[in-house]
């Protein structure tokens, strides 16, 4: 995963070729690749950045039941859900658009969906980032909360915090032990390049690349077949199994892979 830190390029992030990837979460916006053995082999699931989509971890637990779920994110709860549902359903009837009225409608139901999920799952109104401090947190002390005593137990990491992704791993550096597979959005890539590549070579001794997708709300790096926003799923490399070559397939991924926009096509993908 030596990136370098020139012009933004793929060549040197092509994944493994993991031979039992699933698609866990939304069929759209929300939903991510990664081996079937990594949820089974976690104790337990720490998602950063939930907003109002929690799929992803409803997804997870119909796979391993046994999972621990703590949900973190500052900027979401029900009574945030409803107000941004009540915003946007006004703006639909004024413009008298029926499927967005629709949507919006959908979007309520979820507040009342957050209290009963969240009724049976660890939710906590936190900010995460490279300092705690009131109303934050960091992903080392969140992995202490979530391990609950027990060092040996696998965590699965899900981590779409808008940005903050890179001061907080650079903050959780020698805290990723027994991290089963981190599951990243990193954004703003056509600025953060450098700082991208940085965040991936503190990563790669212990941990391998097994997916990786555009998402299409952002289009591509101008100039670049590089998309602004990637999803990559990165695999403890204990639970790698065996020697694996290079995936040879063309991504996205049939099947596995959907645009996050269902609106516009997928992104392409070029190692070259």
Known sequence: MNTGTSTPSLRALRPLRFPDLVRVGSAFDGG????????????????????????FEEGALALNPSLAVTCVDGTTGPE????????????????????????????????????RFFAKHEFLPLMVGGKAGPGAATVAELLDRVRAGDATRW???????EGSEYESLAAAAGHLGRVSALIIEFHDLGRTWPTFCATLAALEEDFRLAHIHGNNHSGYIPGTRVPETLELT??????????????????????????????QPDLVLSFE
Do not use: Q
């Not at 690749?33 to 950045?49: E, F, K, N």
């Not at 967005?100 to 009342?112: C, E, F």
């Open 32 to 55: 991510y690749v990664l081996p079937l053995a990594v949820i089974r082999a976690s104790g337990a699931l720490l998602s950063l950045g939930v907003e109002a989509n929690w799929e």
């Open 80 to 115: 945030v859900i409803r107000a941004r549902a009540r915003r946007e359903l006004l703006r639909a009837l004024v413009r008298l658009r029926p499927v967005k009225v629709a949507r919006m409608l959908r979007l309520y139901g979820r507040a009342r969906a957050f209290d």
């Open 155 to 161: 965590v699965l990491i899900k981590m779409d915090i």
């Open 234 to 263: 990165l695999v403890h490399r204990e639970l790698v199994p065996g020697i694996l070559p290079a995936a040879p397939d063309p991504f996205p991924l049939p099947v596995l892979d959907r645009p996050c926009d269902r609106r």
